[in-house]
Structures are given as structure tokens and as C-alpha cells.
């Protein structure tokens, strides 16, 4: 084939009218690209006809051979989005809203996979979704990329599997879709924080000035949640991503909305948490 090249499986993608919607490729051998698609405009979702059941769990993966390798496995209510970018917002429409759903993307060197899976992830935020799961792939030590179609065909890889979405991570415990979401709440926002609104600090140093913090555990500071009768310390701010949670008035993001919470609860941003700060 003049377009895909030798060595290479290919998987043409029919509406039921018979017309071609997607065309993509996987190379047999270490050819690079490894995956290679025709250029036409995506309008569906590969195997999206399981939907029409209203299954209670679907897992959302990137390629048509992940798609495959999950069903052969026994998850069959898989669907696959044509890669990182292929999910839209009409397809939303296709789920039941009661649908737990679970987006398992490429753990990749660059981070692509964890990004699509943010964007897909948002897409169904954004369209009262709330019951959606992140699925890190757990990489094997000289792997340089996890799909879903490598860890199911290495050794034990079915177990690696339920491994891997036993520890599914739900969106708003997630630090990069809480940051992702903060980001694109500040783009929308008539008016954007300024300074002022936080005195060019991070999450640790708005915490220790405005909560009382309880331990401090890793990555991560426990803390009582200032904008809610807190009696369990619910509040967890997390350092390396510079976002927070608060599980139990369910708020999150960043540095803009903690201090925009502030704000909010008539209390004052202090000036002097900077110095108190550096003592934590």
C-alpha cells in the first residue's frame, strides 16, 4: 500500500451505510511510526454500538487495537476514541449519564495519554457526567510507553489490567484534571485573578496562612477545610501538582480558586502568610 506501507495491519472503520469513516494502521514489526491513520474527519466512536444497552461501566480507550485486545479479554463494553483527540462532545449523547465510565489512554515519556484522557475527561465534566475514572497504566521497568494492548499480551497481563483499574482514580481526586479544570474555569472568567488575589503564592503557602494543617504526608498536606463546618480535616492539598480537594464540600483546583473561595467566604487574604510559611 502506497499510504500505509508494508508490515502493517489495517483497520477500515464503516458506518452502516457503508461509507468509510476511519482508517488506521499498526506495523507488525519496529517500523515507525508504529501507528499510522488516513486523514479522514472522525464522526464516531469504534464500537460504539455496545452502548446501545446502557451498560452500568464502560472503559474509553485511544486505538481501534487496544479496543480489540480489551474485548478478546472479556471487557467488552470498550469503546475506542480514534486516539488522544478523537472524543467530541456529541458523543456524549451516547451514554447513559448513570454510566460509570473509565478512560484508560497510553501511559507515554511524554504525557499525551494522561492529557487526552484530562480533555476526554472534561468534555463529560462539562455535560453532568460525574461518575468517570482515570486509568494510570502501570509501566513495566524497561518500558518506555504502556497501551492497553502491551500489558494485556505481556505475562500475567490480564491481572496487570485489574491491577491497574482497581486503582482508577476518580476525576476530582485527579490533580491534573483538578488544575485542568481551574485553568479553563480562570479562561472563562469575565475577570482573571490578579496578584493580589493571592500575592503570587502556591497552594502550600495559601494553606498554612488560611487552614489549620494536621500532618503533612509526602506530596501531600491534610488539612480542615475553611469553607465548610470541617470536623474531619477533608482538605488535602496536594504540592507537587499545586492544586487541592476538599472531599467533603467537594471543591478543587488551584491557587485562583482557593483564593477566589476566600473571597467568597468574607475571609481576608493575608499579607503575612508568606513569613509564617517558611516555618512549615
Not at 213 to 239: E, N, Q, W
Amino acid at each position: 500500500d502506497r499510504y500505509f506501507g508494508a508490515n502493517r495491519i489495517i483497520f477500515p472503520v464503516f458506518s452502516r451505510a457503508g461509507e468509510l469513516v476511519h482508517c488506521s494502521s499498526r506495523a507488525f514489526d519496529n517500523t515507525e511510526p508504529k501507528h499510522k491513520h488516513l486523514k479522514i474527519p472522525i464522526k464516531n466512536l469504534y464500537n460504539e454500538k455496545c452502548l446501545a444497552a446502557n451498560p452500568v461501566r464502560v472503559i474509553l480507550v485511544e486505538g481501534v487495537f487496544d479496543c480489540l485486545s480489551m474485548i478478546s479479554f472479556g471487557f467488552t463494553n470498550t469503546v475506542a476514541t480514534f486516539g488522544t483527540v478523537g472524543f467530541k462532545k456529541q458523543y456524549c449523547e451516547l451514554f447513559h449519564k448513570n454510566t460509570e465510565i473509565d478512560i484508560i489512554f497510553d501511559n507515554d515519556e511524554n504525557g499525551s495519554g494522561m492529557k487526552g484522557a484530562v480533555k476526554v475527561a472534561l468534555i463529560l465534566y462539562e455535560n453532568n457526567f460525574k461518575n468517570v475514572n482515570i486509568v494510570n497504566l502501570k509501566k513495566d521497568i524497561d518500558d518506555k510507553k504502556a497501551d492497553c494492548n502491551s500489558v494485556l499480551t505481556s505475562k500475567n497481563g490480564y491481572f496487570k489490567m485489574l491491577r491497574s483499574i482497581a486503582s482508577k482514580m476518580p476525576i476530582l481526586s485527579c490533580p491534573a484534571f483538578l488544575e485542568s479544570l481551574d485553568i479553563l474555569k480562570s479562561r472563562r472568567s469575565p475577570k482573571r485573578p490578579s496578584k493580589e488575589d493571592f500575592f503570587d503564592l502556591n497552594m502550600r503557602d495559601l494553606a498554612i496562612g488560611h487552614t489549620r494543617i494536621i500532618r503533612k504526608h509526602g506530596d501531600r498536606m491534610m488539612a480542615f477545610c475553611p469553607f465548610h463546618d470541617d470536623s474531619t480535616a477533608s482538605l488535602v492539598i496536594y504540592l507537587n501538582s499545586n492544586s487541592f480537594y476538599c472531599f467533603g464540600c467537594n471543591r478543587g483546583g488551584g491557587p485562583p480558586t482557593f483564593a477566589r473561595l476566600l473571597k467568597d467566604a468574607g475571609i481576608n487574604i493575608r499579607e503575612d502568610m508568606k513569613n509564617e510559611a517558611r516555618f512549615f
